[in-house]
């Protein structure tokens, strides 16, 4: 069966500070993949995703970057973070090949970020 | 262009009676419509779809959803509330194949009364 993996589950970090965020898929090869950031009280706000190994495609401009080196590990990152990118960070994925509107998407745990 | 509506931000019912979380969606095309929940602090786990099949859905924890073209509704039900329902409930909505091209509700809080 496919499992999906998020950490840290937590993290506090200074306003300024550089950021990384891992995701990685079990039990699937070449999954879609995908970040979402769930600020408090509101709903899910796709950052990235992924088709493939090296493909990134970014649904907003932001502070934030997203990298594929492998292909089940999709990373978050950012070189200097905001007090607006505090949030809920959840990575899903979907099953291989071309996109389909009936694709069920499967979440990881979330990363808590917190930005002071 | 497609869009998702929950109507309530909040519910709340009381353990025993019947749950009713409501979405409304627009779409020039046959949609498929996910429902979702979150547990505090935790990732969503899918608790139903609909896509083009039979328009009463049975998804998992006794909630299912109706799909109604008519009314372009697809509001979660469950007959008898339960204090582990208690979580926030995502309906989302996806036309195209577009791999981006996925929306999410607002959410709805779901509250249960002892």
């Known amino acids: 069966s496919q499992t999906i993996h998020q950490w840290p589950a937590t993290l506090v970090q200074p306003v300024g500070s550089p950021l990384s965020l891992e995701c990685t898929v079990e039990?699937?090869?070449?999954?879609?993949l995908y970040w979402y950031r769930q600020a408090a009280g509101r709903g899910l706000q796709l950052l990235f995703y992924?088709?493939?190994?090296?493909?990134i495609s970014s649904e907003v401009p932001q502070n934030l970057s997203a990298s594929r080196p492998q292909d089940r590990q999709f990373i978050l990152s950012s070189k200097k973070l905001l007090l607006s990118d505090s949030g809920f960070y959840l990575c899903?994925?979907?099953?291989?090949?071309?996109?389909?509107?009936?694709?069920?998407?499967?979440f990881g745990p979330g990363t808590r970020l917190t930005v002071l | 262009a497609q869009s998702v509506t929950q109507l309530d931000s909040h519910v709340s019912v009381s353990e025993g009676t019947p749950v009713l979380l409501r979405c409304n969606y627009s779409?020039?095309?046959?949609?498929?419509l996910f429902w979702y929940v979150q547990h505090p602090n935790k990732g969503l786990q899918l608790l139903l779809k609909?896509?083009?099949?039979?328009?009463l859905v049975k998804g998992i924890n006794g909630f299912e959803a109706e799909f109604k073209k008519s009314e372009t509704s697809f509001h979660l039900t469950k007959p008898s509330a339960h204090m582990s329902d208690a979580a926030e409930y995502f309906c989302?909505?996806?036309?195209?194949?577009?791999?981006?091209?996925?929306?999410f509700g607002s959410g709805t809080r779901l509250s249960i009364r002892p």
């Open positions: 609909y896509t083009s099949a039979a328009t």
């Open positions: 779409s020039s095309y046959s949609p498929s």
């Open positions: 039990g699937t090869s070449n999954p879609n």
């Open positions: 989302v909505v996806r036309v195209y194949s577009s791999a981006s091209k996925i929306i």
């Open positions: 899903a994925w979907t099953r291989p090949g071309l996109p389909s509107s009936t694709d069920t998407q499967y």
């Open positions: 992924s088709v493939g190994i090296g493909q």
